[in-house]
């Protein structure tokens, strides 16, 4: 089946610091690619998503573009904040039974000192 | 008031016992689903119920039971609890609309822990 493998954490980061992180996937068609965020003590919102290759996703200054030849979808923020400490899970959807399915990777916890 | 909402936030319990861990959604969704999240594992997808009158196994089904009451009530039980089901879990709910794929909103998580 579809998977997702994302960096591994934790990632501790210095404010203003400029993030990566990594993902890639396997799919055996063309999935939708999401990045979700989840803050302590919280459930997941979805922070930004992209639907098809080159599509670029973006929200709250982060961005995360959909790399089909690399099969990837890196997030990427110039400059961090406090704020943004939390997990962040990289996820496809599939199809399965005429409906769309969450796949997701294993989370990158994040800390942002200031 | 928050839209997915999920009673208990925190439950400890004992090896063999019943649990209902209880979704319930003011979004007006058709979809809801169950995940428990476990560290270095993401979420893994338990059930998912399209309708009232469709309920569908996940990936990690096996130790799971559900009921859903009503479109916005969706129940996971745990008819007799073990260890290694102690988790965290998410309710979810996504709308029925046209297009490829409609977002998930997460309730707040219960966490659950099996002596």
């Known amino acids: 089946g579809d998977s997702v493998t994302q960096m591994e954490g934790p990632v501790t980061l210095s404010e203003e610091a400029f993030l990566t992180i990594n993902c890639t996937y396997t799919?055996?068609?063309?999935?939708?690619l999401f990045w979700y965020v989840q803050y302590p003590g919280e459930g997941l919102q979805l922070l930004l998503k992209?639907?098809?290759?080159?599509d670029k996703g973006s929200n709250k200054g982060f961005e995360a573009t959909y790399r089909k030849e690399t099969t990837s979808f890196h997030l990427e923020k110039g400059s961090v904040q406090v704020s943004d400490s939390a997990v962040y899970f990289c996820?496809?959807?599939?199809?399965?039974?005429?409906?769309?399915?969450?796949?997701f990777g294993q989370g990158t916890r994040l800390t942002i000192n200031p | 008031d928050a839209d997915v909402t999920q009673t208990p936030r925190n439950r400890i319990t004992k090896t063999g016992k019943r649990i209902m861990l209880e979704c319930s959604q003011t979004?007006?969704?058709?979809?809801m689903y169950w995940y428990r999240q476990d560290p270095g594992l993401g979420l893994r997808l338990i059930y998912y119920?399209?309708?009232?009158?469709?309920?569908n196994k996940g990936e990690i089904s096996d130790g799971y039971s559900v009921s859903r009451q009503a479109q916005a009530k969706f129940s996971l039980s745990l008819e007799s609890a073990i260890p290694n089901q102690t988790a965290l879990y998410f309710c979810?709910?996504?709308?029925?609309?046209?297009?490829?794929?409609?977002?998930?909103?997460f309730g707040p998580g219960t966490r659950l822990t099996v002596l």
């Open positions: 119920s399209f309708d009232v009158k469709d309920i």
């Open positions: 979810a709910t996504s709308d029925l609309g046209a297009g490829s794929y409609n977002e998930q909103f």
């Open positions: 992209a639907t098809k290759a080159d």
């Open positions: 979004k007006g969704h058709d979809r």
């Open positions: 799919a055996t068609g063309y999935p939708s």
């Open positions: 996820a496809l959807s599939e199809k399965i039974q005429g409906a769309q399915k969450l796949v």
